[in-house]
């Protein structure tokens, strides 16, 4: 699997299954048809050859979808073998994206959204 850290990405089963998931410490079930949306911050427990089995991704909370503005919830660790991982968006300020290949400047960024803007 490339390494999406940085960017906003979607979470999917990867199979016909639904799969479990840790939400906030505690165990969840993402189902078939169900897209968990987050900021992919980490890969963890090294393996033997040298990838990664555990991705850690903040959910992100869209609150206005013309603005692109977003609030973090909680921290969900999912089993790369169990999932599939892409790009929904880049994370805003626009000062992260500026050392980005061509390849990601087709995607939106979203922006954190500040306490006054809810």
């Known amino acids: 699997m490339k390494n999406l850290t940085g960017f906003i990405v979607e979470v999917r089963a990867k199979n016909r299954n639904s799969i479990r998931y840790q939400y906030d410490g505690r165990a969840k079930l993402l189902r078939t048809n169900e897209i968990f949306v987050g900021y992919f911050s980490q890969m963890t427990d090294r393996q033997a050859d040298d990838t990664y089995s555990k991705a850690h991704i903040r959910e992100t909370l869209l609150h206005d979808g013309d603005r692109k503005l977003f609030s973090y ?23 992260n994206n500026r050392h980005l290949s061509k390849e990601f400047k087709k995607y939106e960024t979203w922006n954190q959204v500040k306490h006054h803007e809810i």
């Open 73 to 95: 919830g909680e921290e969900a660790v999912f089993s790369v073998d169990d999932v599939v991982i892409t790009i929904r968006a880049l994370r805003g300020p626009a000062s």
